[in-house]
Every structure is written in C-alpha cells, then in structure tokens.
C-alpha cells in the first residue's frame, strides 16, 4: 500500500459528514454497496479484474489514528461522540468479489460490500480508487498483449504514469495482464516482476561518440547487452552495433539487442533486421519503443514488422484513449430493502447480486447472467465468491503468478470478436428474471413515495 | 511522500545499469540534464510548474536502504564494487528550477540538475513522474478556474485519480491552480487545504423518501447543509429541499444549497434557480456536477448558467483530454561539454540554460526567450532559480498559499489568447543568439563524429 499514514482520511468529506447524519439519526442497519462500471469506453468490450488485493488490505486495517481524529476534530463539523464512535471504527462487514484476472462486463458487480451503513460507506472512495485504476490498466495491457499477438511486451510507463502509487499498481496490473516484465525497480522488489531495462539516449550523448558508448556499456553487461541504436541516425547506429557485437563475439560474449525509439519504427525495424541478417547476426533481437499502444501493435503485427518485443510506456500507463471508467459504487440495499436511483442515465440494479457466467461446448465463454445472489443457475458459474465476512479474509488471495494464470486462461476463452482493439463485439450480458422483477418493483415503490 | 519506503528503487532498471557502466568505465565527471516539456497538447496554449516541493524532498532523501541493495544484489547484475558504491551514494548536485505556480512553455526548462553523471541519472524517473503528475493537473485546473469565470471550483476527484499518491496531488496542485477546496480529507489534512462536502445518492436512497433524507441530514449539519436533489427526479428534489429550507428557517437554520449531478445540468439549473426565487430563496446557492470540464463551465459561463459553484471531478483528475505531457529529461552537457540528441521529433537543446521572461509595458507577459545559463538579457527577469547546491536546499521553498498566490498573479499577466480554452495562441518563445549557435556547433560535432 503506497501510503505513509492516515489511510482513512483517504475519502471525500461527504464520506464523514453522512456517517455523522448517520449515526446521529440512528440509522446503522447493514447496507449493501456494488462496484460496478456502467458504461464501455470506446473501443473496449471487456474488462479485467484488478485491484482487490489493496482493497482488502485496506478493509482489514481500517481505523482511524489519533492525527486523523484531531484533524476531524480541528474542522468544528463533527460531534464529540460521532468523534469517540469513529475512534472505535472497524470494517466489520463482508465481502464478495470477483478474483482478480478475471474478466467482467459492463453493469456486472465486481465487489458487494455490506456492512453497517457507515462502515460500506466510508470506504467507498478507496475503493473505487483502486479498482478503477488497477483494471482500467490491467484492460489496456490485456489489449496490449493481444495486439503483439505473441511477441512480448513490456512496462516502460513509470516516469508518466500519474505519480507513485500509479507506476507501482500499473507495473502489477500490467503483468497480471500477461507483460513480460516492468522498468520498475521497485515493483520487482514489491511482487517479484521480472525488471528489464536497456540503455537512455543520454549514455550514448555522454560519449564522444556512439561507438564508444557502446564499447563502453558491452564492457559492464558482456551478456545482457540492449544497446539503443536512435540517438542520432538509427541506420548508422545498427551499424555501430554490428561492429560492437562483432567485437563481442571475437571475446565470446554476445550482443542481446538493439532497441529504436523514435522514427518510423515500422520502416526502420525491417531495416535494421536486414542489417542484423546481412551481418550474420540473425539472434540479436529487436525492441521497439516511443509512444506505442496497442493500435501500433497491431498494425505492427498485420504487417509482419520484425520486432521481437516491446517496450510500451506513457500510452499503456495512463491509459491515454481512455484514462477513466465510469465506476460507481451505489447502495442496492439498505436494512433489508433493496433499493436503487433513478438519476439520468445513471439507474442502478437493487439486491444483493451474483454473477453466473455460461460456457458453450468445452471452453469458450458464451454468455453471462446478473442474478440476485440467492439464484443459482444450472450450468453456469456463480463468479462472486465470499472473500471477507466480519471483517476478517476468509480465504487467502490468489498470488499475482496464479492471477496472471487465471487472467490467460479466461481471456483465452472469450471469442474473438469481443477482444476486437476497434469496435469489439459486446459479450452478451442478460439479467435474470428475478432481477429484472426486483428491478421494476423497487422502481415502482421509489416513484410512488418521492 | 505517498510511499511506504525503499523511494529510490522507483527508478528504471536501466538507470541502474548505465550507473554500473558510467561507474565501471571511471566516467563520473558532472553532467547537467533538462526538464521540459517538448509539445503542447490539443488546446493548451501554456503550462503550469507544479511538483518541485517532492522533487526537493526525494533529492535530499536520497539514499538506497538495506532492503534495497540486497534486492539489487539479488538480480545477478550488479558488481559487489558498484553496490558497495551505491550504498554511500547520496544527492551532491545543483538545482536550477523554475518556482511553483509559475507559467512555462513548450521547450522551456523546469528544473536543471547537474551532478555527477551517476546522480544527475538515476533520479530522473522520479522527477519525471512528480512533474509531470503535478504540471498536468494544476494546467488542466487553472483551464476550470478560468473557464468558470469567478465561479468558485472544487476537486470532487479523489475516487478516480490514479491511485493515492495522484489523489493527493491532484488535490495539492488544482488547489496552487485556484480550486477553492477538495473533497480529499487527507489532502486537507496534509496541505491545508480547505475541505468540502455535500451528500451522495446513497444517503438518500438508504431513506423510504428523499425528503425523509433531507430532513435527517439538515438535524446534523443545520448551518452547513447542500442537498443532493437529483436521485430521483430533480425538479421534485429542489421542491422537497424547499419545504426542508423552510422549515429550517422557522427554527432560525439556513439552507445552504443543493446540488445536481446529473441530467441537463444547463436546463436544470435554471428551472431549480427558479424553484428557490419563487420560494423567496435566493441565497440558496446552486452547485453543479457530474462529468464537467473547463468546455462544460465555459458554455455555461457563456450561457449564464445560474450555477454558484461547481464540483469537478474525473476529467481534471485525469486530465482526461490529456492525459500525459510529452515531457523529458534530456542530458544538456557532460563534463563541461554541451550535447543534445537528434533523433526523430526529439531534438534536445545543448548546454545549462536560463529562461528570460519580458514584459510588455506594466504588467502584460510579452514573450519568453531561452538563453545559456551566464546570459542576461536587458528588461527581462530569468526565471529559473538555484533551490539546491551541494545537495542541499539553499533558500525554503515557497508555501502552497504563496505559489497559489504566484501563480494567480502571473496568470492574470497572460495575454487572453493564450488563455483560450480552445486553440489558443501560442506565446511567443524565442532562442537566444548564442543558444542557436551553441546548437549549430554541438550538431556539426554531433553530426562529423557519428
């Protein structure tokens, strides 16, 4: 968790000032809040679970420390006694969610909270905080990954990804997504992701010249050598490598790659690898870098461009044709009475809910159903499972490795048209007849007593 | 700081490892590297420098912790020599920086660090990242505040910034940028800042009626109340808000607002103003959210939409018609010798730099001219400063209230077209004389040695 104190505090004053009226009107009845995303962004037809892990750190360490209840105390809002009530304050609810890999649709739960109404509702901000950005990026990735068709990507985003705690929660949701591996130093001490890394335009620049950077940089990683051929002229560059790894050879040490970061990368990639092949150099591999996204990567991979891998960055890490969802966590039940909004294109679904997810034949993925959580239907798979009850995990997380290994299996069976990178096909998603009954009659009580 | 410990593994592999290669190759002379931003985005005409308090903190900070070296040492690559090296490595360097809150334009230099290679190198991730978060949304915020002409503008963002440490500094930095407050309590806490509140939809769906809700709500906050009116239906929210003001009136209370989050937010504030001129309740203010950018609060300012203040939430948050800077930190001189890159779209000025800024007549900004760091020029006042020497500060950085200050002052000398919130006009920025020919010279060096 990125953070060096007052976690708690990480939430919007309405949070506080509700749990007050609350509190102060006696009103603590177990409440039910679902996570969900209403809408697709352009070109998306899926999303990948990512980010429960943080949120159920977050809820087991839930409570507020002294500085945090003498700020609340310093604004002249809050009661004494709300104060006192908020020192004794833990999650004390349940959980359940969908695992993380997993893959989701649109109106589709991803997390039901229900505790006493207080408690679902302080943690509201965190939470869609981090799901929203741990999927948001693990669904850019997963495009990424689908795009290279096979050739392997990598995380290069954390100078631009929107401060810290992004870079990290980005470098873990991208290769829960299927990447290779991150720049990320620090990420690779935190989850154990492999850390890659080549060279900068500045090591070549700080030499006289390109060659003797080159030389210079061979002589540290005799063995793990990527030398960046575009500070000055890409051509000339591969050149200077060819004559760099010849070198290496003579000494039995073997040049691992080159890299291009700018140009016309598609253009230059065939001719550098002519360059390689001319020379005999057929093993030394090829990286392509600069602005790529997972619009590049296909075009890339249509056309047969030679890359053996990538290096995606800005584009990936702020997931920049889409840097949002429209998230929301909305109370579907309150004492026992499923309740829902009407606002403008913002109706929700009322009840305590389940996902049941069917296959066609043996693997692939056919439809899903959002049910009311008492449902059970035959053939398919309930997807939330129960994952905190009074406060407490009931079960261990998955470890990343096993949720990269449920994100590969799953996506690998959601047909073709559904992963499209432009105008994906949307997975059909149907509500059951239970719920769409719930739906209409909580619809019907709400506009006859407002 | 947003981090939990180990700060300076939030680097790039590969800056590690050109360490070990400019530490093997006895190549630690001073190198000096280059903060700018190297395009504009669509509809940005200037930007805002916001980030260089963390940037500050980290260098004074930096040191590799225990747990950091054994994971370097851990991956096989790094020499015993270089990580016993890296252990008592700390910042020795100079900083040139342009203060916070103040403008700058595409090409213009932020921050110049010059160190030995080794120091000047490995930071630049983090510096990267903080700047470029922090310039990012404090210039997509003051677009808010100038398009909202007069009408105050809050942060609603925290639940779908990017992560925590984005909450914080979206908070800090659309607070430099004028924001009159932030939902985010921790920000509050942390930096001042004001806080501010309303009610969710799930207050008043948790209730059988809204106006049920509304009465409940007022019983805790009876001086501070704003009304949520659109979870239902909006026009029979601002009626029962009505009947809730007034009975709040006969107990001697105020109504202080009420806000609308969905719908035709235009059309709707005006029948809603309407309900509460008729009911002899002006001073019932009017906040707007839900969605809305500085294009929204331009059409409404244009329009005359009667609404008091506005939430903004996501779309400053994220920055989401621009989401990321094309910022870089290039190597400008090493070893008393000026360099630049020449690759493709990415040419990089050569040498220690000083941005001269001109005014025209008393107050209005007339153009900027980049210079070398020992010019000056007649009239014109240079803008960056020396913040650190031998790795530490030399003067304290200004207070959050005074960038704020700094920046509202500067802004207001902006010439309007440069304002605009749609293709504005870009200020003029000049090279100086002797940078054009500093430039020349580098690239026919560059250019005969490669």
Redesign the interface.
């Known amino acids: ?4 104190g ?1 976690l708690n ?10 749990a ?3 509190f ?2 006696a ?1 603590m009845e177990p ?1 039910t ?1 679902s996570l969900f995303i209403r809408a697709y962004p352009p070109n998306r037809g899926y999303f990948v679970s990512a980010g429960l892990k943080d949120v159920v750190e977050f809820l087991e360490g839930f409570s507020f420390d002294a ?2 209840l003498d ?2 105390h310093s ?1 002249g ?1 809050f009661a004494d006694d709300f104060l006192d009530f908020l020192k004794g304050l833990r999650f004390s609810g349940e959980v359940w969610a969908l695992p993380e890999g997993r893959l989701f649709f649109k109106d589709e739960p991803v997390i039901e909270v229900t505790a006493p ?1 207080v408690e679902a ?1 302080i943690v ?2 965190f939470i ?3 799901i ?2 741990q999927s948001l990026i693990a669904t850019k990735a997963s495009r990424c990954i689908h795009a290279a068709r096979g050739r392997a990507v990598v995380d ?1 985003s ?12 980005v470098a873990r949701s991208s290769y829960l997504a299927g990447f290779a591996g991150t ?4 990420a ?3 989850h154990g992701i492999p ?16 060659i003797a950077a080159f030389r ?2 061979v ?3 005799p063995n ?1 050598s990527t030398l960046l051929i ?4 890409t051509i ?1 560059g591969a050149h200077n490598a060819v004559t760099v790894g010849r070198e290496m050879a003579t000494r039995g040490e073997r040049l691992q790659g080159v890299r291009i ?4 990368l598609a253009a230059l990639a065939r001719q550098v690898r002519q360059i390689f092949d001319a020379a005999d150099m057929m093993d030394v591999k090829i990286i392509g870098s600069g602005g790529l996204d997972e619009f590049d990567l296909a075009e890339f991979a249509a056309a047969d461009v030679p890359y053996d891998s990538y290096g995606v960055g ?2 990936m890490g ?3 044709d889409a ?2 969802f429209d ?1 929301a966590y ?2 579907v039940e ?1 004492a026992g009475r499923p ?8 109706v929700s679904l009322p009840g305590k809910k389940q996902v049941f997810r069917l296959t066609a034949g043996e693997r692939q993925l056919q439809k899903d159903i959002i049910g009311l959580r008492g449902e059970s239907i035959e053939g398919a798979e309930p997807l939330l499972r129960q994952i905190m009850q009074d406060g407490g995990i009931t079960r261990p997380l998955p470890t990343l490795a096993a949720c990269r290994e449920i994100f590969r299996e799953e996506f690998s069976r959601l047909p073709s048209p559904a992963k499209a990178i432009r105008d994906p096909v949307f997975y059909p998603v149907e509500l059951s007849a239970r719920l769409l009954e719930l739906r209409q009659e909580v619809e019907r009580q ?2 006859a ?2």
Not at 158 to 169: C, E, F, P, Y
Not at 230 to 233: E, F, I, K, M, S
Not at 339 to 346: A, E, I
Request: glycine share 6%; net charge neutral; no cysteine.
């Open positions: 968790m990125e953070t060096d007052q505090l990480l939430t919007d004053l309405y949070q506080l000032t509700m007050q009226a609350y102060q009107n009103r409440a809040f500085i945090s700020y609340l604004l809002l109404i509702q509201e901000t869609i905080n981090q929203n950005l290069f954390l100078r631009r990804t929107h401060g810290i705690d992004a870079g990290m929660k720049s990320n130093v620090r690779g001490l935190r850390i890659v890394g080549t060279m900068a335009h500045s090591f070549v620049s700080s030499h006289e010249s390109e210079n940089f002589k540290s990683f793990n575009d500070t000055y002229d000339a970061d700018s140009g016309d800005t584009k702020v997931s920049a840097p949002w998230i909305k109370l309150y309740v829902l909004k009407l606002s403008t294109g913002k709400v506009r007593s407002s």
